[in-house]
């Protein structure tokens, strides 16, 4: 019985600052699942990377997990267990998304490839974007200084709405009514305190 192939890994695992440069120098489009050690790499979009590479059998397009506990450049991710994704093209930052959802990363994937294309045949620019979780201390110092020149706009919310659930043993022993006069009370204390300061 003749054995099984491997399978190529889909996902290169970057656990350490000189992998993530190499990472950084490939040639393409690679997105990055950025993963805490205690908690590993978002398993939950797994397949829809491998539909989306044996679709397209694309060798521009490269997937990554790095682990932003040993990985300098990451630092600022870490203690985060939101699911992370950077996508970098040329070894920039073109495009974040935080949680798994799995259609918009899709997407996301798919312009950011087409863009890549273009940008390599035609030699265009590529957009940078500027994720929150990189910014250096420098930088964040700089940031108020610049804000101060700027107008600050708020939009002010029309409404906000508080949700409880209440269980139906409470709702049984009559006690919901009891209930929703408390938390009646308390977003009205809150209102009060918010209109005030």
Same mark, same amino acid.
């Given at each position: 019985?003749?054995?099984?192939?491997?399978?190529?890994?889909?996902?290169?695992?970057?656990?350490?600052?000189?992998?993530?440069?190499?990472?950084?120098?490939?040639?393409?489009?690679?997105?990055?699942?950025?993963?805490?050690?205690?908690?590993? @790499?978002?398993?939950?979009?797994?397949?829809?990377?491998?539909?989306?590479?044996?679709?397209?059998?694309?060798?521009?397009?490269?997937?990554?997990?790095?682990?932003?506990? $040993?990985?300098?450049?990451?630092?600022?991710?870490?203690?985060?267990?939101?699911?992370?994704?950077?996508?970098?093209?040329?070894?920039?930052?073109?495009?974040?998304?935080?949680?798994?959802?799995? @259609?918009?990363?899709?997407?996301?994937?798919?312009?950011?490839?087409?863009?890549?294309?273009?940008?390599?045949?035609?030699?265009?620019?590529?957009? %940078?974007?500027?994720?929150?979780?990189?910014?250096?201390?420098?930088?964040?110092?700089?940031? @108020?200084?610049?804000?101060?020149?700027?107008?600050?706009?708020?939009?002010? %919310?029309?409404?906000?709405?508080? %949700?409880?659930?209440?269980? @139906?043993?409470?709702?049984?022993?009559?006690?919901?009514?009891?209930?929703?006069?408390?938390?009646?009370?308390?977003?009205?204390?809150?209102?009060?305190? $918010?209109? %005030?300061?």
């Amino acid at each position: 019985m003749a054995g099984k192939k491997k399978e190529a890994s889909l996902q290169a695992s970057v656990t350490n600052q000189e992998q993530w440069e190499e990472m950084l120098a490939t040639k393409g489009l690679t997105v990055v699942d950025v993963y805490q050690q205690w908690c590993g @790499p978002c398993r939950a979009v797994v397949s829809l990377l491998r539909k989306i590479k044996n679709e397209l059998g694309d060798d521009l397009l490269h997937f990554a997990t790095a682990e932003a506990d $040993s990985i300098d450049a990451l630092e600022r991710y870490r203690g985060k267990c939101e699911p992370t994704f950077l996508i970098y093209a040329g070894g920039e930052l073109v495009a974040v998304l935080r949680g798994a959802n799995a @259609p918009l990363l899709q997407r996301m994937i798919l312009e950011e490839l087409s863009k890549e294309k273009l940008v390599l045949e035609h030699g265009g620019e590529r957009k %940078v974007v500027k994720d929150d979780g990189l910014v250096n201390d420098e930088e964040e110092e700089e940031a @108020p200084q610049q804000s101060e020149n700027e107008e600050s706009i708020t939009v002010p %919310v029309s409404r906000s709405y508080t %949700v409880a659930i209440i269980k @139906p043993d409470v709702v049984a022993h009559g006690k919901a009514n009891e209930i929703i006069m408390k938390v009646s009370t308390l977003c009205a204390d809150d209102a009060a305190t $918010s209109a %005030v300061s």
